[in-house]
């Protein structure tokens, strides 16, 4: 049941107390985390010499995600960037056993490292996975139009930022009505709400999370407007948008 805890792992973590995160974790997120979550969760921390762990999606993420994907009932989804696999193996656990998850990732090397979690957890025959840029396979899907069978209940995207727009524009004719779709990392660890003179300080961004950062503001305004969804931005982790897709 128990974790130790390392703050400096979760640097997206929103909340303005470390004391306050460390009380969800250690009440209400590690108590249930699945034994093989834990121990990817575990091993991606262990490998941050040649990984950034903070790419990963944080347990209390997971554990939303799991909860959301059962009240769904859902069967089929697509994930847009694995890393080492956190909320794709919590996703396989909340699927039915004939559930079904198309994962996509340019790196496959990062996703063999939670692959064995994940088989150990006996959910690696409701994956797969792709390993490839996603628009061109998001485009092959759409050739011919997608028949109900075909279509998604629920997509998860934390992936290259930029593109998180055209991914949208695709996934809104892949997840079926009704069907959820999720962006991470939203909220940009706070920063989207940074003003001109936030800027002028000393900005501890880099050119890429700068313009990551300037990637999700656009995405925020447009999501806030898109009347083919509904929409939830929640401040969890790094904040994740939830969309419904109303037609």
């Known amino acids: 049941m128990g974790s130790s805890i390392d703050c400096a792992y979760f640097p997206k973590n929103l909340l303005q107390s470390d004391a306050l995160y460390e009380y969800i974790l250690k009440t ?40 959301l994907l059962k009240l769904m009932n859902a069967k089929k ?25 198309t994962a996509i990732d340019c790196d496959k090397s990062t996703y063999e490292i939670g692959l064995p979690f994940i088989e150990k957890a006996g959910v690696e025959h409701k994956i797969d996975f792709i390993e490839s840029e996603a628009l061109p396979v998001l485009d092959k899907m759409l050739q011919e139009e997608p028949k109900d069978e075909d279509l ?20 809104l004719k892949l997840v079926r009505v009704g069907g959820a779709i999720a962006y991470d990392n939203t909220l940009w660890m706070g920063t989207v709400a940074a003003t001109e ?27 806030a407007g898109d009347p083919r969804i509904e929409m939830s931005q929640v401040s969890v982790g790094d904040g994740l948008t939830i969309c419904r897709r109303l037609y």
């Open 28 to 67: 209400s997120v590690y108590p249930r985390e699945h034994e093989q979550l834990r121990e990817l969760r575990e091993e991606t921390m262990k490998n941050s010499r040649a990984l950034n762990p903070a790419m990963s999606v944080p347990p209390e993420e997971g554990q939303l995600l799991s909860v």
């Open 77 to 101: 989804t697509i994930e847009i960037g694995v890393f080492t696999g956190y909320s794709l193996l919590a996703t396989a656990l909340a699927l039915p056993k004939d559930g079904q998850i």
């Open 152 to 171: 998604y209940d629920f997509a998860f995207v934390d992936a290259d930022k930029p593109n998180y727009g055209e991914y949208h524009e695709r996934l």
């Open 197 to 223: 003179e936030d800027e002028d300080e000393d900005d501890p961004l880099s050119p890429q999370e700068k313009l990551d950062r300037e990637a999700l503001v656009e995405l925020n305004k447009f999501l």
